[in-house]
């Protein structure tokens, strides 16, 4: 069957949690040389409720959508409190890669600095308050490039 | 039950057409049901979803089968006539019993039960038999582990036995991950076969800790799939379980485990198959169900045929589907026992030359049962039999469980539940196993078990809200119709016992579901608190198990209670997926 009081008040926790803010500043001992006006937490960004407000604070202008950019998230979360994403790009001058949540009451869920000569690809795991769309952003020779899937969370349950 | 035999022998042949696929052939009218011409080099015996049931069974098809979007009229969601047309079958007909729920009690009377493993033995040995030595394989879709009392308490191992003995060489699984890790491994390390998921990996944890895995380096927990060698050809069979497990089911049952379709991951072992290994056919045994198949078959090349199941789909042709790579056919091989899939293989190297493929109903009838496979069931089955053989009940009509929303066992389920635990709403999972009873026929435990016997049976009382409640009816729901797939889980619409609702299953998520009302009529609150009863929570439950609560009240004698569903469905008008409502 479907779902009892514990699941709901789990799900009313996520909401009101909002995502987890894994900020990735890239301490690769390099960090010092690359230090530059945006490497300062993004306050902005961070508190932006939809993605393209999100996107727009962090790096103030929009991607567009590139099949360069591989996202693989699962189609239906096994956990949303725990839900794997990944992403890596064929794209070349890399800097930072963010993950955002449309529908997280905080839209961006983490954004990763990428120092040169470094290999694109994160995985993380991340909340997610409920069912959404899931979007990766790489920022690569000062352009951006985004690629974003549905991942559906559900109450469980009532299988075949 | 007397038959007559000719009432079988007219009806033949329809359900052995195939189309749609490069020269699929057409089956004559043969004079025998099971008479069938020798085509090709391999012949490959496929049957799914038999969820333990040893003995032949009643198996009512479903008269509410909808699919939506690009899904709507198009197999497996036809039912009723629609599907005897789309199939070319007679009315009246022993395929027309078979495939479809029309006239099904007069159908039952004439042609009686299906399946049952000692005539599947008896059949299954025929055409292999026919098509000579070492040119057959025989595989098993999986939910072969669970269904019963028996497979239960026996935790699958009552099923290992009977499959050696059937002699099955590959499986995948569903329900089988539902007894755990340890009573899984129990049972694999006495099944002759081989069990195949593709799909099925180490959680990062569990692979950080050494947890046991067919390939540490890709944390791939079970063989992907094996090669055989019929006819001097390579076929590959990979398996794909169902890609749900620890959504569907409690999480605790598969902790180290995490599962999904992966086509990705797919797509590079059929490349590597196809490449490295040189094969000459693809085959994928598949748990997804029949649109994920659908869907899969579009996105991954190199497949030549998708054997399906987990939907329950008893569908007489595969469905050819187009891709970047050729063409990919899809079947699905229903439930129960009551068919078995046969794929005949015209071989060349590298490649699949021409197909022949038939799901044949297992009339229990006209079939000898196996003695050696009768007598191991008979063994099984000993002294729980005895026990749950005592009559507890009548079937006050006929009682099935298959359809989107609703059945009437399910409703003397909910029935039980709010009479015992004393609850205005009782919800049951829409789960697509469990038999059907004729009316007037005498309800044993074993019968309550067919419905009810899961690892996870407590019950429990709650409160919530209205809007808990249509939130529930919502999620479940999207996992029935969502319009995509992939996004879709199998299992029926949970059902609902004292609630009465509208569902427009066209809609999105979170629209789909409105006019909630109690059974007095009164409209249920958002706000307002409700005692609801239900069973098979993928949360821990405290309660008695859900088979001890309908038996208490089938013991009762309590007169049934009629109310119907109480389900309305809006704007299906044209969707030939529903033959009325229910």
Known sequence: ?160 | MTIRRRDFLKATGAATLSAGFPRLARGADNASVYDIERFGDARILHITDTHAQLRPVFFREPSVNLGIGAMAGNPPHLVGKAFLDRFGIRPDSADAYAFTCLEFEKAAGRFGKLGGFAHLKTLIDRLRGDVGINRSMLLDGGDLWQGTGLSNEMQGADMVEAANLLGIEAMTGHWEFTYGEKALRDNLARFKGEFLAQNVFLTEEAAFNDAKAFDPASGRVFKPNIIKEIGGYRIAVIGQAFPYVPIAHPKRFTPDWKFGIRDEELQKLVDGLRGKDKVDAVILLSHNGMDVDLKLASRVTGIDVILGGHTHDAVPQPIAVRNAGGVTLVTNAGSNGKFLGVLDLDLSKGKVADVRYRLLPVFSELLKPDAAMAAQIDKTRGAQAMAWSEKIGTADRLLYRRGNFSGTMDLLICDALREELDAEIALSPGFRWGTTALAGQPLTMEDVLAQTAVTYPATYVQRMTGGQIKDILEDVCDNLFNADPYYQQGGDMVRTGGLLYTCAPAESVGHRISDLKLESGHRLEAGKHYKVAGWASVNEQTGAPVWDVVAKHLRSGKPPNRQPSGVTIKGVDDNPGIAGQG
Not at chain 1, 17 to 37: C, S, W
Not at chain 1, 93 to 116: G, H, M, Q, R, W
């Open chain 1, 1 to 160: 069957m479907t779902t009892n009081n514990h699941q709901f008040s789990r799900r009313l926790i996520l909401q009101g949690a909002g995502a987890v803010a894994l900020i990735g500043l890239g301490n690769f001992g390099l960090a010092p040389a690359l230090a530059a006006a945006n490497d300062k937490y993004p306050e902005e960004a961070f508190k932006a409720k939809n993605e393209a407000d999100a996107i727009k604070a962090l790096y103030g202008k929009a991607p567009e959508a590139s099949d360069k950019v591989k996202l693989d998230a699962p189609e239906i979360a096994e956990n949303g409190a725990v839900v794997p994403v990944s992403v890596s790009t064929s794209l070349s001058d890399v800097t930072s890669i963010s993950f955002l949540v449309a529908e997280n009451p905080v839209a961006l869920v983490a954004s990763y600095k990428i120092p040169a000569g470094t290999m694109p690809a994160i995985a993380n795991r991340i909340k997610m308050a409920k069912t959404s769309n899931v979007i990766v952003v790489v920022e690569a020779g000062g352009k951006l490039y985004s690629a974003a899937k549905e991942v559906k969370v559900t109450v469980g349950g009532c299988g075949g």
